[in-house]
């Protein structure tokens, strides 16, 4: 059965990026891509992407200034009320209720699951009509004081595994519901 | 040489308390005092404590509620700038500079460490200082997505170790510096 996780990197004060939604904490930190909670392995099981805009607003300015390409071939919606353009094949824009685009994420995985990107309020709304099931952190060595929230609805999760991979304690939670 | 550890419940996403300063989600939790990092063996280390007025006013709360005695033999600094009453023995209000009371601290502590209590202001105000060593944390399995912050500057740790007590997932971390 399909499942929906979200999978993100955070510091240690449960912060996603700075006040300027940089991510320059993250990027210094040494991590192993096929390691404990590698990317590598949790890409290969997912059949559908979900995000927010200012997450892809990010990747979108990540990828323009390196010169990278959109890196991701399972279809993408990108949760927004403005007016957005595509970087890549396979993204969809939308503004539809979450249970609605949960649907047609579970039809296009085909089986696979599916990765909530963020950003914290995205994954709650989600979280909120019980279509989240499990959360999963790297969680950097650093303290921020101030950013973008990891998550923001009281919720209760349930520690399933956990590991270190370089400079990241990673953990896999279940979400149990609304606090 | 004696050293200083912020060592604090916290939820996933850094929080000490909630909005109301309540720790309601945390007593809920499975815990085992003697267990991977317990609160027995810490305090067995640790001779002198300082905290905050909110986490002193909570403490004062707690034990007036319960009927409990304040349980801590060490001497105990509270930084305030406002006027509060001693609910137990060792317990000194003030609002000197933290490098001061910390040399009191030491001095206090005879050999042994000091525990930084909380909250996440105060930490941040002695770790600027240069005076904070280490940050031990035992986080809830909780999103709480709005509350008192774990920590109130940017800095950048060290994982040393970790380990599961019960609910909780527990890191010790080194302080590595301001970022």
Not at 69 to 87: D, G, N
Not at 126 to 151: K, Q
Not at 153 to 176: S, T, W
């Amino acid at each position: 059965m399909t499942r929906m996780t979200f999978n993100t990197a955070t510091t240690l004060d449960g912060f996603l990026a700075d006040e300027h939604d940089s991510l320059e904490w993250l990027f210094v930190q040494e991590h192993d891509d096929s390691g404990p909670f590698g990317f590598e392995e949790f890409m290969a099981g997912i059949g559908a992407i979900a995000m927010g805009a200012t997450t892809y607003e990010w990747i979108v300015d990540h990828l323009t200034r390196t010169g990278e390409a959109w890196s991701y071939t399972q279809p993408a919606w990108v949760f927004t009320h403005r007016e957005l353009t595509p970087i890549g094949d396979g993204i969809r824009f939308t503004s539809a209720p979450v249970k609605e685009v949960y649907d047609e994420m579970v039809a296009a995985a085909a089986g696979k699951d599916l990765w909530m990107v963020g950003g914290g309020g995205l994954a709650a709304d989600f979280a909120a009509e019980g279509l989240l099931d499990e959360v999963v952190v790297s969680i950097a060595p650093v303290f921020l004081g101030a950013g973008r929230p990891l998550f923001t609805a009281p919720f209760d999760l349930r520690l399933k595994e956990f590991d270190r991979n370089g400079a990241f304690l990673c953990a896999r939670y279940e979400v149990v519901g609304p606090r």
